[in-house]
């Protein structure tokens, strides 16, 4: 038994040695440039950030993630709706999700197998934590979407008007577009993000229904897939695009007071459960509790002495 050991570790040091000694003297990298002829100067290679690093190595691990066609195809379009355009965005999402899936139970384990807590609380605090390392990423990215999608939805009204504007003044559709994309690009930049892409697309030699379709499905906000349906419908049949956009900004216009409204009516049934639970006590400490102490205080000794 010793002798097999005492193998093992001779090999183990041998391995070590002849790493350690490619690595630190023989320079296999300094050889064949110097027998190609090109030398690169120290002062020429560019330092590499930490943050950098750590993307190569989130990129790396998501990679090697397996995923099917579908979950990928249905992760890039959440990616798409939150923003998030970067061709390497995927793999850094299953780049996270690894190492936070893999990180925080090892964090809850360092914290939790100290404690005197039961095993059965121990082993949930783990699977929770790998739950929500691994979770957690797919969630972020949701949150993100609809926060874009909200966003979007804020800015139509006064994309529209202004498209109304545009082609109402004699502009064509693709030149109101960049338009409202420029006009857009401080106060609303994510509406004027999504029509400058559509401008790409038109510039790239899509037609003009299927870059309307694309920003429609890129998007997934009813009010927008409204409008794109308006416009594709206005050049399919030939009718005007100027009316038909004043009369899609008017229905926009009526829907959103009647959101308002529809909102208003419902605030009195909303604001029942916090005027109970949280104005009501308040009342009833400031008017009935001068009330009580004075009877504590003045009745209930008077009680006594009868």
């Known amino acids: 038994m010793s002798l097999v050991v005492s193998f093992l570790v001779f090999v183990a040091v041998a391995v070590a040695l002849t790493a350690a000694g490619i690595r630190l003297w023989a320079q296999p990298k300094a ?18 950030h930490p943050s950098l690093v750590f993307h190569d190595l989130l990129k790396k691990v998501g990679a090697m993630l397996p995923a099917s066609p579908k979950d990928v195809t249905v992760m890039q379009k959440r990616l798409i709706r939150a923003g998030i355009r970067s061709p390497n965005a995927l793999k850094m999402l299953y ?12 964090l809850a384990s360092a914290l939790v197998l100290g404690s005197d807590t039961e095993a059965n ?13 691994f979770f957690g990423p797919n969630q972020y990215v949701s949150t993100m979407s609809r ?3 909200k966003q979007l939805r804020r800015g139509l009204p006064n994309a529209l008007d202004l498209l109304v504007v545009c082609v109402e003044s004699g502009l064509g559709l693709d030149q109101a ?3 409202v ?26 037609r003009r229904t299927e870059a309307l379709r694309n920003l429609a499905e890129r998007s997934a906000v009813d009010d ?3 409008l794109v349906a308006v416009l594709i419908q206005a050049d399919r049949f030939g009718t005007g695009v100027a009316q038909s956009l004043r009369a899609h900004a008017d229905y926009m216009r009526v829907q959103a007071r009647q959101q308002a409204e529809e909102k208003a009516a419902k605030l009195g049934v909303k604001l029942v459960f916090p005027i109970f639970f949280c104005i009501l006590p308040s009342l009833f400490v400031v008017t009935v509790g001068p009330v009580v102490m004075r009877i504590v205080r003045e009745l209930i000794p008077m009680m006594n002495n009868m």
Request: aromatic content about 6%.
């Open 31 to 48: 050889a064949i440039e110097r027998v190609t002829g090109a030398v690169t100067a120290a002062h020429e290679q560019t330092p590499t």
């Open 147 to 149: 926060r874009r999608q």
């Open 121 to 133: 609380n121990k082993f949930l605090a783990i699977f929770a934590a790998a739950g929500v390392g």
């Open 177 to 179: 577009i960049v338009q």
């Open 181 to 206: 994309a420029k006009e857009l690009e401080h106060g609303h930049p994510e509406i004027s993000e999504e029509f400058s892409l559509v401008n790409l697309e038109l510039k790239a030699g899509k």
């Open 224 to 226: 927008l897939k409204k």
């Open 95 to 106: 780049g996270f999700k690894v190492v936070l899936g893999v990180g925080l139970p090892l």
